[in-house]
């Protein structure tokens, strides 16, 4: 009996210690689901990357003003930060405004990967998760690898369009809680939230098309070795022009890619009128933007067969069209490269426009002034007003030919 009761209690004590043994088990189970993996756990950063250029629309001056699109600015961005002096602004505009056409592309990653396949001294670029704390891995005070960004320029941005565009990051400040970049439209050292960063990855997501890209030399320690030696200037502060600007840039971009998307033209004028009549268009608009919203409202019109509005609003355009080379208040100015001598500061699209609108009202007399206008500005690569003058000539041939007897 002593035995058999001593038995029943091993049995007991057993049982306990298999109850006990699975209550922590569990309870650990518990504790490293609720726990974060700590692969993704990164240790606060504020850091802002030094000597990674701007090129954009607020640098649109001597060297920087043969880039034409925010594909290029970037990439060239990241090119001068790893290699100052040593890249060709030309040839890097040709290739990827030849690769990605105007200003909206379904392959813009692949234009990266092409583009760096003849980069020997670079690996092959990677596309990252478009996550806080993935780009704290890089944009940090030992890596100091800036990244590019392809996303929407808002979180307000219209779902309607895949429209992703690129920037550069180059810092994050976790104590407020915000990302610093360079935007072709916005300028240099542009702040947005970690929230509005969520808004604007919740629609690329969306849309379709977001992505963050990493471009690093091959030689990785010893280029940051020779960063660290550099004698590099301060970033220069951001300009009224950009800041009171802020909206109009977006509704400018987004607007003019509408446009040039080729579809859904309605919606490009309503982003366009947005930029007109926000309260600082006229006082902190440069006359470059300012010239370019009339004339992209004014083709739209033409499109609309609405001639009259569309020529006042080409009109408008005109008259602004002097001197956008030299500064307005704190903007440097806009170099347009590619016109004739001493035309750098006239944009020569504003006199194809007019021809095309005076092609359409049937006056083409004053369609054959404008054009040549416009060939007077920008003699190469003028396609819309060479192509509107031979139109012309092929009209007049048919019009002066004589009636079938």
Sequence with gaps: MEHQAIM?????????????????????????????????????????????????????????????????????????????????????????????????????????????????????????????????????????????????????????????PVWVL???????????????????NYEISFDDFNKIKEIGQKTGGSACVLVQPKNLSEKIKEINKRNIAPYKPRTSVMDKGREMYDNYAIGRAFFFSGFLPQKSLDYLFKVKNDPNFEEFLPPVFKIRTYNTIAMILNGQKKTDDALRYANLAAELNH???????????????????????????????????YKEKN????????????????????????TGLQLLEVTSTINNLPAKQ
């Design 8 to 164: 029943k209690k091993a049995i007991v004590l057993l049982a306990v210690l298999i109850v006990f043994g699975l209550i922590v088990f569990i309870g650990f189970k518990f504790y490293q689901k609720g726990k974060p993996d700590a692969s993704t756990i990164r240790s606060e950063v504020n850091y802002v990357i030094e000597g990674v250029p701007y090129n954009g629309l607020h640098n649109h001056k001597e060297k920087a003003a043969f880039i034409s699109n925010d594909l290029s600015a970037a990439v060239f961005s990241i090119l001068e930060y790893w290699n100052p002096e040593k890249n060709d602004v030309v040839l890097v505009d040709y290739y990827l405004k030849a690769q990605s056409g105007r200003m909206i592309t379904p392959d813009r990653i692949n234009d990266f990967f092409g583009f760096y396949k003849s980069k020997d001294d670079y690996e092959k670029p990677q596309v990252i998760d478009l996550d806080i704390n993935e780009f704290k891995k890089y944009v940090n005070q030992e890596k100091k690898i800036p990244l590019i960004l392809m996303m929407p320029l808002s979180g307000e941005q219209t779902e309607e369009i895949p429209f992703n």
């Design 170 to 188: 180059i810092g994050i400040k976790d104590a407020e809680r915000k990302l610093v970049l360079h935007n072709y439209w916005q300028g240099n």
């Design 323 to 357: 001197d956008v080379d030299k500064p307005f208040k704190d903007y440097p100015g806009f170099d347009a490269m590619g016109n004739g001598s001493g035309q750098i500061g006239l944009l020569g699209e504003v006199y194809t426009t007019l021809g095309d609108i």
């Design 363 to 386: 006056d083409l007399a004053k369609a054959r002034e404008n054009y040549q206008k416009s060939l007077d500005i920008k003699p190469n690569n003028n396609l819309g007003a060479s």
